[in-house]
């Protein structure tokens, strides 16, 4: 009886523990909602102006070319004029917000902790800090920078920038950053593709895509595209040895086994990728689904349960996040400049238009990169 009655009251208790947790949780949570804030109409007027792409609150509809204050290098730091900078997939995430997983995960919960947008770009070092050994102004350099839809950005010196190869131009080379540097870890940190292995490309005609086919052929691998119709000969021209037209044909019913599957899109389910990979075939999941799709968690689902399968399986299932880094920029530089790599743009859009080329590149089928030039 006494046990009995001991153990109702820790019921009990706990129960009311549990709840007020509850409640407390609900009212940081709001409190929290409520102060996230950004910098957003408290700022001075800028003494040294730029212009720069600004949203103060979530949505494309905020975006606004704005006069902000022009940066200045910090003694670890180099000033670069920016000339060209490209959209990426990861903008338009930033943009609205979405997964909004991403907004607890410091993002914002309400507005945008960060009010700057863009990440590549191209352009030309107009000063350096005073520990900066490895630039002077005038060098022509490519990289990513928060805040790049701007006309000034401010990277480390040892940090994602690089000296761009004389044989392309500034829009090439932003459109390179990253999407190529995710198409090269993918290939060869996550899918350790060799010389003759048969390597798959789903999504092989946008921005990672056509950067991915390139890089697949100069490691010696059996290149298959796979693109909608339109874009069938822009992927074989890119070198791919097999294309196919997903409209017509599904990949994942072929008799065809491949050791590596870098997958861009995400349309078929893991298990069809199992089907066609070799047995100790590799899955490297880049991405996939647009801006409005799960929009609480996005391609969070997928890659739970690719890490979940994975243990169970001989073939490796896995996902990758891209890393920014200056040794990645320097082999994507010679690969361009020995004509391995050729970046393929598709659209360019002006500065104050950054709103229109984050809009056709949310429709999901963009032909290569779209880019910004910045004059
Ligand atoms: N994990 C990372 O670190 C990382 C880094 C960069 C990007 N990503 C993600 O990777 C994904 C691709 O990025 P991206 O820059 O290449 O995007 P993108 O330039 O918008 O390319 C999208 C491409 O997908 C193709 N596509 C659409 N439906 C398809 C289908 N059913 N089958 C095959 N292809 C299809 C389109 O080709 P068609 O016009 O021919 O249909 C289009 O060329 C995005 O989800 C992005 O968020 C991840």
């Known amino acids: 009886m006494k046990l009995k009655r001991i153990l109702k009251r820790i019921l009990k208790w706990s129960s009311l523990a549990i709840l007020l947790a509850f409640f407390v949780g609900i009212i940081l949570l709001f409190v929290a909602y409520w102060r996230s804030t950004n910098d957003c109409g408290r700022t001075a007027a800028p003494n040294n102006p730029m212009k720069a792409i600004?949203?103060?609150?979530?949505?494309?509809?905020?975006?606004?070319?704005?006069?902000?204050?022009?940066p200045t290098p910090s003694d670890d730091q180099i000033l670069v004029k920016v000339r060209a900078a490209s959209v990426n997939p990861l903008d338009w995430h930033f943009i609205e917000g979405t997964p909004k997983i991403m907004r607890a995960m410091g993002v914002g919960l309400r507005k945008p902790k960060d009010t700057r947008l863009g990440v590549d770009f191209a352009g030309t070092v107009e000063a350096v800090g005073k520990d900066v050994t490895q630039f002077k102004p005038g060098d022509e350099v490519f990289g990513g920078r928060d805040g790049a839809f701007a006309e000034y950005v401010?990277?480390?010196?040892?940090?994602?920038?690089a000296i761009k190869p004389a044989n392309i131009t500034f829009e090439q080379a932003a459109s390179v950053p990253i999407a190529a540097i995710t198409a090269l870890q993918g290939l060869r940190d996550k899918g350790h593709v060799q010389p003759g292995q048969t390597v798959l490309i789903n999504g092989a005609s946008g921005g990672v895509g056509t950067f991915a086919v390139q890089i697949a052929k100069s490691f010696g691998a059996d290149v298959t595209g796979v693109c909608s119709t339109r874009?069938?000969?822009?992927?074989?021209?890119?070198?791919?040895?097999?294309v196919i037209d997903y409209t017509k044909e599904d990949f994942t019913k072929g008799d065809q086994r491949y050791d590596v599957v870098l997958d861009n899109v995400g349309t078929q389910p893991l298990s069809g990728f199992r089907r066609v990979l070799?047995?100790?075939?590799?899955?490297?999941?880049i991405g996939g689904g647009g801006p409005n799709d799960s929009q609480w968690i996005g391609p969070f689902g997928r890659v739970i349960n690719t890490v979940v399968l994975s243990p169970f399986m001989s073939q490796k299932m896995g996902m990758m996040m891209a890393d920014l880094n200056h040794n990645d920029l320097t082999i994507l530089a010679d690969m361009m400049q020995s004509g391995k790599v050729k970046p393929v743009i598709d659209r360019t859009y002006k500065l104050s238009e950054v709103p229109d080329a984050i809009r056709y590149l949310e429709q999901g089928h963009a032909r290569g990169k779209v880019v910004i030039t910045v004059e």
Not at 154 to 161: D, E, H, K, L, Y
């Open 278 to 285: 070799t047995p100790k075939g590799i899955y490297v999941m």
């Open 54 to 70: 600004v949203y103060c609150d979530y949505g494309l509809a905020n975006l606004k070319l704005e006069n902000i204050e022009k």
């Open 231 to 242: 874009n069938v000969d822009m992927v074989r021209s890119l070198g791919a040895d097999h």
């Open 154 to 161: 401010c990277p480390r010196a040892n940090r994602a920038v």
